[in-house]
């Protein structure tokens, strides 16, 4: 019998690939850089039983159409906002994803991202590789105290929680919000629940960690902004679609907020061109929350054991979509 196809739309870890290809006819779209074209990706899921997709791949209703043997779609990553859910669960088909595996990773990320923001260490680096050095000056490049301050945390998941045991070693005080209140985090760490205006209005740091949503589209605006303190640093690393990117650039343009840091992007990838990048006051990379050797290779198992699973009919490791499984 032939075996079932698996349509890998990225270059993955090689372990994770074996895993596929011991069980599985594999085609890969053998690319560190460049997402699949949608071309290939319509053609070659037309014969397939299962996605390994990833957060760069729009799995919407055509894709669906175009592959009409689907029986799971599992992404490398904990988020899915790329993914038409609703659509995958109307026709039955579990999705896969990854949490736990990346959240102490992706926090560690968050927290290097603000202390990098709050002590312009981007901006240091280039003032020294560009011969501006002159001399030791009481004044130059000064930042932000991390230690001691408030930061509030908007998204309290386990990648919240991660980045609020961080802080903790920082001495910093904790606030979050978030849709539920958090009482082993309140009793942990000390956290203290605020609704949002009360939050953006006490932090010092300003850090988004929720999913993408319907409610969190833009959650963070002008109106938001304005709201923060003067010398309030906003941290981004969940998904650049939670902000008014426009109202972001007018903030930090003006000097309304201090600075930010910035994972994701509204659309990505960004170009050098994109207007944040004249800001000396932005620190970005490039959506690398989860991108250590070792998350990203476990991220890259658990998607091929939760595509092995779906094929074989059982439960996948974390399925986005339980409810196929009372169908
Ligand atoms: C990355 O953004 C993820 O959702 O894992």
Do not use: C
């Amino acid at each position: 019998m032939r075996k079932a196809k698996v349509v890998v739309t990225r270059n993955i870890p090689r372990r994770a690939l074996e895993m596929l290809q011991e069980r599985t006819e594999v085609f890969v779209w053998e690319s560190d850089e460049e997402i699949i074209p949608r071309d290939v990706l319509l053609r070659e899921v037309r014969d397939a039983a299962a996605i390994f997709t990833n957060v760069a791949d729009q799995i919407d209703r055509e894709v669906f159409d175009a592959a009409p043997h689907l029986r799971v779609v599992a992404t490398m990553a904990v988020g899915f906002d790329n993914i038409d859910i609703a659509e995958a669960t109307r026709r039955g088909i579990p999705v896969g994803h990854t949490p736990g595996v990346l959240s102490e990773t992706t926090a560690d990320l968050t927290f290097s991202l603000l202390m990098a923001t709050a002590r312009r260490i981007p901006e240091a680096d280039r003032y020294v590789r560009e011969g501006r050095w002159k001399s030791w000056s009481p004044m130059l490049l000064t930042g932000q105290d991390i230690y001691g301050a408030t930061i509030g945390i908007i998204g309290m998941g386990r990648i919240g929680e991660a980045v609020a045991r961080r802080a903790k070693g920082f001495d910093m005080n904790i606030l979050y919000h978030n849709r539920s209140r958090k009482p082993e985090a309140e009793e942990a760490l000390g956290a203290q629940y605020r609704p949002l205006d009360e939050l953006l209005a006490e932090s010092d740091y300003v850090v988004l960690m929720a999913p993408a949503t319907k409610e969190t589209n833009k959650l963070i605006g002008e109106r938001e902004l304005s709201l923060m303190k003067p010398d309030a640093i906003f941290i981004n690393a969940s998904r650049g679609t939670n902000v008014d990117e426009a109202a972001l650039y007018q903030a930090l343009k003006r000097k309304q907020i201090w600075a930010a840091g910035l994972d994701v992007f509204e659309t990505e990838p960004i170009g050098a061109d994109h207007p944040l990048l004249t800001l000396d006051n932005v620190v970005v990379a490039p959506h690398i929350g989860s991108a250590s050797i070792a998350t990203r290779t476990r991220m890259a198992q658990m998607t091929a054991e939760n595509i092995l699973r779906g094929l074989a009919g059982e439960k996948l490791l974390h399925t986005v979509n339980a409810v196929v499984y009372e169908k």
